[in-house]
């Protein structure tokens, strides 16, 4: 028998084919080389079943995509007291490359945002933890998520830490504050490689099913993430995920989700399924055009919505 779910999908790329707004990221000039016209979409469900159309073979670096993981993976390795004493769980309201520090604490307001990424990457892999401790780290845990191997584009990272600044800046106000300790270098370093962790629609999929399911990766079954670090972990991708942005996603999608300046977009409703989508041309919040487009459609003709 025919499945209508790819026929669904294939519809859906095809109402957007001709749908040109919003421009490609620049300011990471590896990026800038991107094609503009790719759009792939993948939906996974809790069995394990993946579907996609589209470009859904084509990788693109995950970038702040892989923000909600290394929260999660900070949580594991360092427990919700030192993660929390690090980073809050507020929408800042602002861009993602705003220092956003709440008064007081100079913690940065949420994980999602650069300053609060930036203060997460720094806390994985434990107290004594290296630089290169931490990348790996976080490049096994995505590659545990995705069910296969992933691997960092190093062209995505050197054209990104050349041009790194404002993320070096961001943490050297940290250093100041006491938040962050040790070399900033090392923590921008880790954290431009960690962004650079190549992926397609059908990972990023996998990736949100497995927060969708309560942390069991479903293609593996491997418990992967604690059921109340992907509860939490949800919980801030809800708030915050979509930068300044955030409210007016929740009211019109009401999924949870992430999105990344290559152009990616991960979506996971709580036991229900995980998504991914691509198309590199983005809005000014840098999130990607079509993208949200195609969210908001599923939400919409699938009753996706969580409220
Ligand atoms: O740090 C940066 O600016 C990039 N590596 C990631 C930013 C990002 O993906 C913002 N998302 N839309």
């Known amino acids: 028998m025919r499945n209508p779910v790819p026929d669904y999908l294939h519809e859906i790329l095809d109402s957007l084919r001709d749908d040109r707004a919003g421009t490609v990221a620049d300011y990471i000039p590896q990026l800038a080389d991107a094609d503009p016209d790719v759009l792939g979409v993948a939906l996974a469900i809790p069995n394990g079943r993946t579907y996609s159309v589209g470009d859904d ?3 693109f670096s995950i970038q702040s995509i892989s923000k909600p993981f290394a929260y999660a993976a900070a949580l594991i390795d360092r427990g919700a007291d030192a993660v929390d004493a690090t980073v809050g769980v507020e929408p800042s309201g602002e861009a993602f490359d705003e220092l956003s520090l709440e008064g007081g604490t100079h913690r940065p307001k949420n994980p999602m945002i650069n300053a609060g990424a930036l203060a997460v990457h720094h806390l994985l892999a434990g107290d004594d933890a290296t630089s290169q401790d931490r990348v790996t780290r976080i490049v096994e845990f995505l590659s545990e998520l ?3 191997v992933l691997t960092v584009d190093e062209d995505v ?5 050349e041009t790194a600044d404002r993320n070096l ?6 250093r100041n504050y006491g938040v962050v300790a040790g070399s900033a270098h090392a923590v921008v370093d880790g954290y431009t490689r960690q962004c650079a962790v190549r992926v397609t629609v059908r990972d990023l999929a996998v990736m949100g099913a497995t927060l969708a399911n ?11 993430v604690p059921a109340a670090v992907a509860r ?3 919980a801030v991708m809800a708030g915050c995920g979509m930068y300044d942005a955030a409210g007016d996603w929740l009211v019109r999608v009401g999924i949870p989700a992430k999105s990344g300046v290559a152009g990616g977009l991960m979506g996971a409703l709580p036991g229900e399924l995980g998504l991914g989508t691509v198309s590199p041309r983005l809005d000014t919040h840098g999130n990607s055009v079509r993208g949200v487009a195609i969210c908001e459609r599923l939400s919409r003709d699938m009753g996706m919505h969580l409220m």
Do not use: C, F, K
Request: net charge positive.
């Open 169 to 174: 800046a961001i943490v050297h106000m940290l």
């Open 157 to 161: 990272y050197r054209s990104e830490i």
């Open 232 to 234: 939490r972990t949800l």
């Open 57 to 59: 073979r084509v990788e």
């Open 214 to 224: 309560a942390g069991v990766q479903p293609v593996t079954g491997n418990r992967v």
């Open 146 to 148: 995705a069910g296969r």
